[in-house]
């Protein structure tokens, strides 16, 4: 196990300097309720809710006729 914990050591210490940076990231609008809202409604309006709901109706239905018992 020891010789696990050296390997995962190593590879944590050369890891660049650029990974730093990735996962510090600023955030530039912190709204958000307001991206969840924005999102939906171009969801909604492209009419990709409605080929979800189609999806999954059919989906359901496939299930049922491929299922045994």
């Known amino acids: ?3 696990l914990s050296d ?3 190593q590879l944590l210490w050369h890891l660049p300097v650029n990974l730093t940076a ?3 990231q600023t955030i530039t609008d912190p709204d958000l309720m ?3 809202q924005k999102s939906w409604s ?3 309006q492209t009419g990709q ?3 979800l709901l189609i ?3 059919i989906g ?3 299930r049922n006729l491929t299922s045994y018992g």
């Open 1 to 3: 196990m020891s010789h």
């Open 42 to 44: 171009h969801f909604v």
């Open 22 to 24: 990735l996962l510090a």
């Open 55 to 57: 999806g999954l109706v």
């Open 49 to 51: 809710v409605w080929a």
């Open 60 to 62: 359901y239905m496939i």
């Open 34 to 36: 307001g991206q969840v």
């Open 7 to 9: 390997l995962t050591s």
